[in-house]
């Protein structure tokens, strides 16, 4: 090895390695001192990493509210694609628990999807980011390879207006995305309105 290289060589696995530690999913911060009440009320996905396997594809939301006994529950809804050709409106249910009550941002959802074709599941959902009156992101990692960086995850960024976000939010949030290690793996997600692609839902008096 010529010598006079090897400071850079040093330099440049320095960098790996650090690249390497920082996607280290337990090295990842959420918001600080999360509150859900806050958090609570509608809120419509404009971008998303999606996981491995079957998604919600477009026009999704997610209405957040806060029982009696303090728990966050939510309903959600978005458009699927089963079987590659039958695409389909799937609701979803949720509820939210908070396994250390010292980091309220990192919480474990049980999903429930309110027809058979749909899954059930548990995922963790963390809030990596929210101002709580316009936009959101959150996290979640289903399994970590052996080096602690995640193996299949997914994040969705949520707005409280469907028809998007500032400038400056924006930048705030292409930051967070560099820092759970999934900047350029976002893809837009289509607000055209659920009332266009998908029959109403019964309410309890009809």
């Known amino acids: 090895m010529d010598f006079q290289n090897f400071p850079l060589v040093m330099m440049f696995l320095a960098c790996v390695e650090q ?19 806050r958090y609570a009320g509608k809120w419509y996905a404009l971008q998303k990493k999606d996981p491995e396997g079957l998604f919600m594809e477009d026009n999704i939301s997610a209405e957040y509210t806060i029982g009696d006994d303090g728990a966050m529950v939510a309903s959600s809804r978005g458009r699927v694609t089963l079987f590659g050709f039958w695409v389909v409106c799937a609701d979803m249910a949720a509820q939210y628990s908070v396994p250390d009550p010292g980091t309220p941002g990192k919480m474990f959802m049980n999903y429930q999807g309110l027809a058979n074709y749909l899954s059930s599941g548990g995922d963790n959902y963390w809030v990596i980011d929210t101002d709580y009156d316009n936009y959101a992101i959150t996290y979640a990692c289903r399994s970590q390879k052996e080096d602690g960086s995640c193996e299949d995850g997914y994040s969705l960024v949520f707005s409280r207006n469907p028809r998007g976000l500032p400038p400056a939010i924006q930048r705030i949030l292409r930051q967070k995305q560099e820092e759970i290690c999934m900047a350029g793996e976002f893809q837009p997600v289509l607000q055209s309105g659920m009332y266009l692609v998908c029959p109403s839902r019964p309410t309890l008096n009809e």
């Open 19 to 37: 690249s390497l530690a920082s996607c280290v999913v337990d090295s990842f911060t959420v918001k600080d001192n999360f509150e859900p009440q």
